[in-house]
Nanobody
Framework: QVQLVESGGGLVQAGGSLRLSCAAS????????MGWYRQAPGKQRELVAT???????NFADSVKGRFTISRDNAKNTVYLQMNSLKPEDTAVYYC?????????WGLGTQVTVSS
């Protein structure tokens, strides 16, 4: 079965950086769009960034210029480099992968940014 596993979350001070990774396994089919979403306490899950298999990217306005997304198709892995972190970036970050028009989600990794 398909699994997506996130890693790299943690506690960081404002202005710091973190790099999240998400590795997908259990599929013989290519992964189309991969992306990162986040959900803060009491808020809805929101898009952070996505990247297509061809490398086209999309970012939420709130993270443009601070976050970058990349992927290694050979490893079925997507990365999120987060720089200049702010307390409002605190959330559980989830990875999503689209395989044959179905979405698969990871369990999430906590990112906490202290002021």
């Amino acid at each position: 079965q398909v699994q997506l596993v996130e890693s790299g979350g943690g506690l960081v001070q404002a202005g710091g950086s973190l790099r999240l990774s998400c590795a997908a396994s259990g599929t013989i089919f290519p992964i189309n769009t991969m992306g990162w979403y986040r959900q803060a306490p009491g808020k809805q899950r929101e898009l952070v960034a996505t990247i297509t298999s061809g490398g086209n990217t999309n970012f939420a306005d709130s993270v443009k210029g601070r976050f970058t997304i990349s992927r290694d198709n050979a490893k079925n892995t997507v990365y999120l480099q987060m720089n200049s972190l702010k307390p409002e970036d605190t959330a559980v970050y989830y990875c999503k992968g689209e395989i044959r028009i179905r979405d698969y989600w990871g369990l999430g990794t906590q990112v906490t940014v202290s002021s």
